[in-house]
């Protein structure tokens, strides 16, 4: 037998306010039509202000722990991806940690801009494998609002707040595919790329925090191969095909990345989760928004194969394999 880690809870939280694109054409020379056909998105949640990105993690792992039955007590490490920190330190993490009661353990931020998530999952998953954790929760959190030039009409169109989370348990497997929990994860960078895709501050750098800066066009072109690559590792790794896969959970980018992902995995476009739409890109948080989506209208069952992608600055790219 063999340690996993399985999926016990999983829960979202998205700020009140929605910014349409009808709404952003009203001060910027755009139109919801121009936004919806190049990216797929119609609106994003922003936070309001005073709303930090340890309140929307807090309200995300308060509803996985409450999916997984589970308290703050429970837990023995958590791990928050986020690109927009409360603070240059303490980790935000910890601020969760407090939050939710959970008094032992470890918990600290990584920062994989949009495959944070991914990074997450996997360096728990890891912990959970070599028994330095039992529980774990795995956030996705972003106020990305917070280093947008709301100006610059190539950029904030783009981009939204929110968080996401999962719990983990550890578990047992046999050591195949048909195993529970998380299967393979992947993950790979290379900082040559960082110009394409960045924010323009920072406290070593310059002081200030910044806006995201992008090349759009070469982030794109990346993105598919870097992607793909990650996808192709996860099923040479578990000797499945994408017709073996009931799910695929990408990075909710742009619609046109997600589509050529569906269609290099042979999927139907049903069996694509997609959330851009109505989120626009919230970066590491994007894929924990999108699993809680589909667990809790019922598309995702216990059982089913699942895969997450991802890309972001970097370049940091990713995959996990996962039997819920």
Request: a negative charge.
């Amino acid at each position: 037998m063999v340690v996993r880690s399985w999926v016990a809870g999983c829960g979202a939280y998205l700020p009140q306010r929605i910014v349409t694109n009808a709404e952003l054409a009203d001060r910027l020379r755009t139109s919801d039509d121009w936004i919806a056909q190049r990216t797929g998105i119609r609106q994003r949640h922003v936070a309001a202000d005073g709303e930090l990105t340890s309140d929307l993690a807090t309200h995300a792992a308060e509803a996985a722990l409450k999916s997984a039955g589970l308290t703050g007590d429970d837990i023995d490490l958590v791990v928050l991806a986020t690109t927009t920190p409360d603070h240059t330190f303490p980790a935000t993490a910890t601020q969760v940690q407090a939050r939710i009661g959970m008094t032992r353990g470890a918990a600290f931020d990584i920062q994989a801009v949009c495959s944070g998530f991914v990074y997450a999952l996997a360096i728990a998953d890891n912990f959970i494998k070599v028994g330095q954790a039992k529980t774990a929760l795995v956030i996705g959190a972003e106020t990305f609002s917070r280093i947008l030039d709301w100006n610059d009409r190539s950029t904030c169109v783009l981009f939204g707040d929110g968080a996401g989370a999962v719990v983990l348990r550890a578990g047992e497997g046999k050591g195949t595919v048909a195993d529970r929990g998380v299967l393979t994860t992947h993950l790979f960078s290379d900082g040559r790329h960082y110009k394409l895709l960045y924010v323009d501050g920072g406290p070593s750098a310059t002081r200030t925090t910044g806006h995201v800066q992008m090349e759009g066009r070469e982030v794109f072109r990346h993105a598919v191969v870097k992607m793909g690559e990650a996808v192709d590792a996860a099923m040479a790794a578990m000797g499945i095909e994408g017709g073996d896969l009931d799910w695929l959970v990408p990075h909710q980018a742009n619609l046109r990345i997600i589509d050529s992902m569906g269609q290099r995995l042979h999927l139907p476009p049903e069996k694509v989760v997609v959330t851009v739409d109505r989120h626009a890109n919230t970066s590491a948080a994007s894929i924990p928004l999108a699993l809680a989506q589909a667990v809790s209208d019922g598309r995702i069952k216990p059982g089913h194969l699942v895969l997450l992608e991802a890309m972001g600055g970097g370049f940091t790219w990713g995959s996990a394999l996962i039997r819920w």
